[in-house]
């Protein structure tokens, strides 16, 4: 009983986030590991999967020469002092910079159950900063809205998170419609500037719905590639992939709207587009390796998150989960 009201407090819903449930997230956030392990196969190799060695390297210890060993590792020391040659061995710093690169843009502004996908995108960013953090990583981020680019500084403190925090709670609460501005900022230039402020070997994490992640990004994503990891989160809402039978009364919290969902050739054509779209990004990611994650917004946030990047777990796809009864969200039936 206890552990279900602990999740109850977890869950996030509604049409805006708060800063409360998204502190409360650190809880969650222990149980969860950003980098896999892997086996190491040398004496100098660090355990975290990436693309840069730690610039740090922490003595471990001293052994026997072995061949293959570098030479200039050698104790010249302790070699005098055995008469026999021996080296000494290093351990990879493992602390690298987290950088949370978050989309908040109109068309974040949508749900169809339980919450938006701004405030599904505001809980994955806060649990991400809180196991960073966990790992002694230092925590930075970037926050996108249509109009604004805020920066917070990798640190390696809580009070990092804690300003991404509130500062994406505040750009959140200024959405109003998931209706594109024609002088909204695209996701390319979230992705130039993020290669302009992050240092090599820092470990992106994009959280966006990815509506316009098409080709324009393609070369800003394989130069930001070269020198970052890069793993790219996306959030949707099931009612954007398929429209359901029933037609449906749409709401923005002021007006509605009635969608007229009964027709067999709107839904096939909508769920085709769709289709498309999504395949699309797909096929961008893949092409400069990036990994595609996806999280849908309707399901609850820390079961998903723990399937993902749970300490334990051993794939890196999210689980699929059973569907939530209708919430606050922007749709009724």
């Keep these: 009983m206890a552990e279900v009201n602990k999740q109850a407090e977890l869950d996030l819903r509604g049409a805006y986030p708060s800063v409360e449930p998204l502190v409360r997230l650190r809880y969650a956030a222990r149980q969860m590991q950003l980098f896999r392990p892997r086996q190491v196969k040398s004496d100098q190799a660090g355990s975290l999967l990436t693309r840069y060695r730690g610039r740090g390297m922490n003595f471990e210890e001293v052994r026997d020469y072995q061949p293959g060993d570098d030479v200039r590792s050698i104790d010249w020391r302790v ?28 068309p974040m502004f949508f749900g169809s159950q339980r919450a938006f996908k701004s405030v599904a995108a505001c ?17 930075g981020a970037l926050l996108f809205s249509d109009h604004e680019l805020e920066t917070v500084r990798p640190r390696r403190s809580h009070h990092s998170v804690l300003a991404m925090i509130h500062g994406m709670v505040a750009l959140a609460e200024t959405l109003d419609s998931p209706i594109a501005s024609a002088a909204g900022q695209p996701l390319k230039l979230l992705l130039e500037e993020a290669r302009r402020v992050t240092r090599p070997g820092s470990a992106l994490f994009l959280i ?51 969608l007229n969902a009964g027709s067999r050739v709107l839904r096939r054509e909508f769920a085709e587009l769709q289709s498309e779209a999504r395949a699309e990004v797909a096929q961008i990611c893949r092409r400069h390796r990036i ?19 749970g300490g334990r777990q051993t794939s890196s796809r999210p689980q699929h989960f059973r569907p939530a009864p209708l919430a606050g969200g922007g749709l009724q039936a």
Excluded: M
């Design 79 to 106: 070699t005098a002092r055995t008469g026999s040659t021996h080296t000494k061995l290093y351990q990879e710093e493992r602390e690298r910079p987290v950088v949370i690169l978050l989309d908040l843009r109109a």
């Design 123 to 139: 809980g994955i960013a806060a649990a991400l900063g809180w196991a960073g953090l966990q790992h002694s990583d230092r925590i």
């Design 208 to 258: 966006s719905d990815c509506h316009d992640l098409d080709e324009d990004c393609a070369q800003p994503l394989a130069l930001l590639t070269r020198h970052a990891d890069l793993q790219v989160l996306r959030v949707t809402d099931p009612l954007e992939q398929q429209l359901p039978e029933q037609s449906l009364t749409i709401s923005d919290g002021r007006q509605r709207t009635f």
């Design 291 to 309: 990994p595609l994650i996806d999280f849908d917004n309707t399901q609850p946030l820390v079961p998903a998150l723990l399937a993902v990047y």
